[in-house]
T-cell receptor, first 114, second 113 residues
């Protein structure tokens, strides 16, 4: 398996500000993804974080709102920009470890926007 | 696009078996997964099955796959109160290069003592 950490674990932010979430994994991974889980809902893919190039975004998500970086195989950041209360969610990163078919999830970042 | 559906709620008594069902629409699904999410926690991978398998057993967990009907189930034997959680099924389609997961809505399992 893989040990995945996310920072911060939770935050309360004001409308109009931005928050950057970090995801660090202890193994070299092939793929890293960012998901959103709105209150009481399932998980929705935001984007695939590509090493050294622009992330691949799903329909309904754009780079200006959710810029993503992935400078190396074990680290990625997701920024939630110009936040509104509708952005209140749990944001989770997941990874697929080289040589395995399993996908593992970080503990999530619980974001509340006032 | 892909669609994955689950029933929303299941209640069982401690010691009974639980069966959580999932249907999916993507006929090219390669891997199908079961995750567990306890309140306030992240997702824990329980097990997964490759699409060319019919069944996979891991201790108290049994996964059954009916590829013809696109139906996946998770059976938990001797269900305990610690099994109370939300269970998500998810699928990926490695053949098309889509490694990200499509999730079902989640089934909330309540285990009554």
């Amino acid at each position: 398996s893989a040990v995945i950490s996310q920072k911060p674990s939770r935050d309360i932010c004001q409308r109009g500000t931005s928050l950057t979430i970090q995801c660090q994994v202890d193994s070299q991974v092939t793929m890293m993804f960012w998901y959103r889980q709105q209150p009481g809902q399932s998980l929705t893919l935001i984007a695939t974080a590509n090493q050294g190039s622009e992330a691949t975004y799903e329909s309904g998500f754009v780079i200006d709102k959710f810029p993503i970086s992935r400078p190396n195989l074990t680290f990625s950041t997701l920024t939630v920009s110009n936040m509104s209360p509708e952005d209140s969610s749990i944001y989770l990163c997941s990874v697929e470890v080289i040589g395995y078919n399993e996908q593992f999830f970080g503990p999530g970042t619980r974001l509340t926007v006032l | 696009g892909e669609d994955v559906e689950q029933s929303l709620f299941l209640s069982v008594r401690e010691g009974d078996s639980s069966v959580i069902n999932c249907t999916y629409t993507d006929s090219s699904s390669t891997y199908l997964y079961w995750y567990k999410q306890e309140p306030g926690a992240g997702l824990q991978l329980l097990t997964y099955i490759f699409s060319n398998m019919d069944m996979k057993q891991d201790q108290r967990l049994t996964v059954l796959l009916n590829k013809k009907d696109k139906h996946l189930s998770l059976r938990i034997a001797d269900t305990q109160t610690g099994d109370s959680a939300i269970y998500f099924c998810a699928e990926s389609d490695a053949d098309t290069g889509r490694r990200a997961l499509t999730f079902g809505s989640g089934t909330r399992l309540q285990v009554q003592p």
